[in-house]
């Protein structure tokens, strides 16, 4: 069992990393090793302190710098559930699962909106993992969402189980991209789901409508109140105290997803609060056991 497990490797996740690496405890951070694709593209960072007229690319090599002068390794899982255990959690990463003694997330915040009928659908046609749920679809029709290049290897996972694929990226695909034969790539986009008890029917932005047994979102990052039941948040963003803790005892929060503003010295700076966060309430259990 971990200590920790941080769910997110931007600024606010390598943050929390490096302080609890410092502090020599078991953890496992899952997440891109390329971080975010908000460092990356930032063109122009003027307020990070100590590092002036600095581009995203260059904070995003100095990141990578630090693991590796830390000894720090990503795991490049994606998360597809959290679920406590109530002595710690189970997450549910790729076709793994890890058992941990506290979270902490640093997720980022998801900018696309849900189309109509994606929340009234989940788990009746509509999933987020294609681990976890492709076998369901096997021999079937579904339809693909992908909202970035990562998506496509699990695209290619679905399509060597369903009969016939409709994949919409919704990024610029490569030249050297190449679905399977069975694999029909759109640039529409989807609007809606429908059906009776499940999903039945894709309608594109178009007004096409495409007769489809599942549905299959790979996002970037998910809602944290789907990726953790029982988590509060505002609508777009985790609910935490000044010490970055959830409403949910060893789950804690940093960075984006914690709401404005989005920068990356208060995702830093919120990350070591975790950290700190994490090493105080580990105490705790540990006091709790001498007793």
């Known amino acids: 069992m971990y200590d920790c497990i941080i769910v ?15 502090r020599k405890k078991q953890f496992l951070i899952l997440g891109s090793r390329e971080f975010s694709t908000k460092v990356r593209k ?10 002036p007229e600095l581009s ?3 904070l995003s090599n100095a990141l990578s710098d630090h693991l590796s002068a830390m000894e ?4 490049e899982n994606r998360v597809n559930s959290i679920m406590s255990s109530g002595n710690g959690f189970f997450l549910s990463a790729g076709s793994e699962v890890f058992e941990t003694k506290t979270v902490i997330l640093a997720t980022g915040v998801e900018f696309s909106k849900k189309i109509e009928g994606e929340d009234a659908f989940l788990g009746r046609g509509v999933s987020y993992c294609a681990t ?3 076998n369901f679809y096997r021999g079937k029709c579904i339809a693909v969402a992908g909202s970035g290049s990562e998506a496509e290897t699990e695209l290619h996972f679905l399509a060597e189980l369903a009969e016939k694929v409709y994949y919409l990226p919704l990024y610029q695909t490569s030249e050297d991209f190449r679905p399977a034969a069975n694999v029909e790539v759109l640039s529409d986009r ?16 178009s007004g096409k409508e495409l007769k489809i047994d599942g549905m299959f979102f790979l996002k970037d990052a998910l809602a944290p109140s789907t990726l953790l039941p029982g988590l509060n948040d505002d609508g777009m963003h985790i609910v935490t105290d000044r010490q970055m803790r959830t409403n ?18 208060k995702a830093a700076g919120e990350g070591n609060v975790a950290a700190h966060s994490v090493l105080e309430y580990l105490a705790g259990l540990e006091k709790a056991q001498k007793a």
């Open 132 to 134: 976890c749920d492709g």
């Open 42 to 51: 930032a063109h122009h960072i003027q307020n990070y302190v100590g590092m």
């Open 72 to 75: 720090i390794e990503i795991t």
């Open 56 to 58: 995203g690319m260059e």
């Open 190 to 205: 989807p609007k809606a789901l429908s059906g009776a008890d499940r999903v039945e029917t894709l309608t594109l932005n």
């Open 8 to 22: 997110g490797a931007g600024v606010a996740g390598v943050s929390a990393a490096v302080n609890l690496k410092i």
């Open 248 to 265: 949910l005892p060893g789950c804690f929060a940093c960075g984006d997803c914690t709401g404005r503003p989005y920068q990356y010295m």
